[in-house]
């Protein structure tokens, strides 16, 4: 497991000959799994600048959202 930066926050990720996963540790968001023949990521990174999650409520969810998001 290394650590690293994925766009601008704490990360850490793991990979083989076919992915590429990173984990954000502040959140546990699941942020990229890429695919690495085609370089695609299929999961989601806002247009906002995203930080490890402060506050409470909504403006939390906000601030840390990336990659993966389960909404029931």
Known sequence: ????????????????ADLHLTVLPGGGHIAGIVDKHTGVNPLWSPPWTSVDPVGTGEARLLAGIMGHNLCL
């Open 1 to 16: 497991m290394n650590d690293e930066k994925y766009n601008g926050r704490r990360a850490c990720s793991i990979e083989n």
